[in-house]
């Protein structure tokens, strides 16, 4: 089994890789730019194969990955038209965000064949009743059907939530049962919990889970479904960093190395292959928004470098950029320190 979650794990990793190194090679193409290498992974090559003039590489470890353009170097730019820095300002910019691009549309795409296939649709008809809680003691059962919250006509799980957390004192709960109207006087407790970005909160609930259907949607109607929860997912990611760099979030519970992407990946793998894509996706938008950090050898920091240049009508000089390269690296390496002793610590605390 072990062996099989390792094999999971690269081949995501891998398809991560290959899908925003092919947004740089397709930008670079599309403009005219020489790509001389494609390379999946680093180390020993064990396969290569030229197509067109360009050499595409398979190495030993599957960690990472490059495009080679002719003249991606300043200082060995020989000022033809088909290198990376003879180029205006916009092609350059465009060649490195199409990186990023590729690894959010490719997310979108598997979120969209998830619409497709079937996503879960959360009713307020009660999944479970939780045992011990003020559900269960005012005669709450599976299977009954909300209705109303204190008059208020509910139709949809999130409503029912929202109308239980800013209630006040005991509510009233109006059920189908059997065909039936029932009501029920309720007084909801409050309990400790975290939220989706791990931080503390206090809320009022009454005990019950939801019940929920699978639905399958037509190509149509899945693209604005995939649309709209692409979005959502984004802005909830931002939202993440956002907590992680104020410190609302510690930043030991907010980051993933490849190890606890491993023990994920090897967890969400056992439900199955809409919950595997379902994970893909969200680490595609991640990765997509990380590498737009403008960090210098990160694409963002290449943008902002570019960014200066348009403003300055000039380059950073040579010192000065490799200066800042040197700091990115310094940036990089302190990070990924960090993530694996993260990792580490998880592990051994656990234990």
Known sequence: MWLINILVFTAILSVLIITHELGHFIAARMSGIRVEKFSIGFGPVIFKKEIKGTQFLVS????????????????????????????????????????????????????????????????????????????????????????????????????????????????????????????FTITPKVEPLKDIFGRSIERRMIGVSPGATMVKYNFFTAFFKGTKYTIRLTFMILKGFYYMVTGAIPLSKSVAGPIKLFEMTSSVFKQGIMALMSLVSFIGISLAIINLFPIPVLDGGHLFLIGLEKIRKKPLSDKMEAALTRIGIAIISLIMFFVFYNDIAGIIMRK
């Open 60 to 183: 030993v470890v599957p960690l990472g990955g490059y495009v080679k353009m002719s003249g991606d170097e300043r200082d060995a730019c020989k000022g033809k038209e088909h290198e990376f820095f003879s180029k205006p300002l916009g092609v350059r910019a465009k060649v490195i965000f199409f990186g990023p691009l590729a690894n959010y549309v490719f997310s979108f795409l598997l979120i969209w064949v998830l619409f497709i296939m079937g996503m879960p649709e959360y009713n307020t008809t009660v999944g479970t009743v939780v045992k011990g809680t003020p559900a269960e003691a005012a005669g709450l059962k599976e299977q009954d059907k909300i209705i109303r919250i204190n008059g208020k006509k509910i139709n949809r799980w999130e409503a029912l939530q929202k109308a239980i957390s800013t209630s006040r004192g005991d509510i009233i709960v109006s059920v189908l049962r059997n065909g039936k109207e029932m009501n």
